[in-house]
């Protein structure tokens, strides 16, 4: 049972290049979020989708777009890469959203360097 | 926009000592996790309180829930290194749909 799958786990990109970070998971949960982590900041929330077929704005969405593809993947696109992306983005899902309910169950990350 | 604090940022101590890290914020939170992320990995949770004064123990960890329900605090009894990590808070946020987390303690046990 794998979880929460994040690829690619390492990725360096120039500045300007576009890519896309994948997440899946195969937790039958509904609820799924982006996070970016940087020494110092804590996570912060980039993008969130409660439900298959809807995605939210967090606190950092400048710069990236999502597609909550199906049920099981949640992928987050760079368009245009600049240095100040360069972080670990974080996967994460919880069964029906947060609070007293929802434990975030993370994947092992996806560390990305633009030069 | 919700201001979340958490103090200290970084804690280096000697295996048995005690510690308290703590988190505040002017907001009024519904729920409020800890979790606890080790170098290489996604956090994990370890607790989630909900009702203002509570308090919960896992082992040699006691969380408490503060009154007003705006701060949380993590007590750690005789640390060991297995308790080294990055240990972060998360509210809800102000519409209910995700976390966000506090900056988080960094705390490191040396035996």
């Known amino acids: 049972n794998a979880g929460v799958t994040q690829t690619p786990k390492f990725q360096v990109l120039k500045t300007g290049q576009s890519m896309t970070l994948q997440c899946a998971q195969d937790m039958n949960h509904n609820s799924m979020y982006w996070y970016r982590q940087d020494p110092g900041m804590g996570l912060r929330l980039i993008y969130y989708s409660a439900s298959e077929g809807t995605t939210d704005k967090g606190e950092v969405p400048n710069g990236y777009n999502v597609s909550r593809l199906n049920k099981r993947e949640f992928s987050l696109r760079l368009e245009s890469a600049a240095p100040s992306q360069t972080s670990v983005y974080f996967c994460a899902t919880t069964k029906d959203g947060t609070g007293y309910t929802g434990e975030l169950f993370f994947g092992e990350g996806s560390r990305l360097t633009v030069l | 926009t919700q201001l979340l604090e958490q103090s200290p940022q970084f804690l280096s101590i000697q295996e048995g000592e005690n510690l308290t890290v703590y988190c505040n914020s002017s907001?009024?939170?519904?729920?409020l996790q800890w979790y606890r992320q080790e170098p290489g990995e996604g956090p994990v949770l370890l607790v989630t309180?909900?009702?203002?004064?509570e308090v919960k123990k896992l082992k040699r960890l006691t969380f408490q829930f503060g009154d007003a329900r705006k701060d949380s605090s993590l007590h750690i009894t005789a640390a060991q290194p297995g308790d080294t990590g990055l240990y972060l808070c998360a509210p809800e946020n102000q519409a209910g749909t995700a976390l966000i987390f506090g900056k988080g303690t960094t705390l490191s046990v040396s035996s």
């Open positions: 309180v909900v009702t203002g004064g």
């Open positions: 907001s009024v939170f519904s729920s």
